[in-house]
């Protein structure tokens, strides 16, 4: 059983662009959680997702972040305009229902230039 | 305001004796507990949890304890070995309130040989 795949695993962005980082679940998962960690951090909540809907987004930045979880397909971490302080691994989980353990991919680290 | 605290930065236990992680929390919403490890460049891995209904949980050499007029919890290794070496995060869950996870900023575990 495959666990939580991300890619990329490193994706390096200049200031201004668009960095698009996806997730997808453990099979037989439909809860998606995106988590942040900025360096000698711990990870912070910023969006729970399931299949086409957004239940939870009250970690995430109101401006410039959006995420999806689409019928089809991984889910999406979209971050437009970056900048440096963007910087940070950014995980997602899976879990096979609301409240129960979440599963962590091996995260995606951002690098902003 | 951080609601989970982990104060000890780092740890460093001689291989085949106890290692103890300790973590505190101020929300009383928390009812659910959970530790994680993680190794560097990778996502943090599931290790054990416990509702706020018990005071201890047991799995091989893991035991977590928790102490709720305290609001305290800790986790023991025991016997501990090199493969322990690694970051621990402690994590908290609320009842009936936002669906991520709260978590510490970790404590890094160092067992010398």
């Known amino acids: 059983n495959a666990g939580v795949m991300q890619n990329p695993r490193h994706l390096v962005r200049r200031r201004g662009q668009e960095a698009r980082l996806r997730c997808s679940p453990m099979?037989?998962?439909?809860?998606v959680y995106w988590y942040r960690q900025l360096p000698e951090e711990g990870l912070k909540f910023m969006v729970y997702l399931q299949k086409e809907n957004i239940i939870d987004e009250s970690g995430m930045p109101k401006e410039r972040f959006s995420a999806e979880f689409p019928k089809e397909g991984p889910s999406i971490l979209r971050i437009q305009q970056v900048v440096r302080g963007d910087s940070a691994a950014y995980f997602c989980a899976s879990s096979p229902a609301r409240e129960e353990t979440q599963y962590f991919g091996p995260g995606t680290r951002l690098l902003v230039l | 305001d951080q609601q989970v605290k982990q104060n000890s930065p780092s740890l460093s236990v001689q291989e085949g004796r106890i290692s103890i992680l300790n973590c505190d929390y101020t929300?009383?919403?928390?009812?659910?507990f959970l530790w994680y490890k993680k190794y560097p460049a990778e996502g943090p891995t599931f290790l054990i949890s416990?509702?706020?209904?018990?005071d201890k949980n047991e799995d091989g050499r893991f035991t977590v304890f928790l102490n709720k007029s305290a609001k305290h919890l800790s986790l023991h290794i025991v016997p501990s070995q090199p493969g322990d070496s690694a970051v621990y995060f402690c994590?908290?869950?609320?009842?009936?309130?936002?669906?991520?996870?709260?978590f510490g900023k970790g404590t890094h575990l160092i067992i010398q040989p």
């Open positions: 929300n009383s919403m928390f009812d659910y």
């Open positions: 099979k037989g998962h439909s809860h």
């Open positions: 994590a908290a869950d609320p009842v009936g309130g936002a669906d991520g996870l709260t």
């Open positions: 416990i509702s706020s209904i018990k």
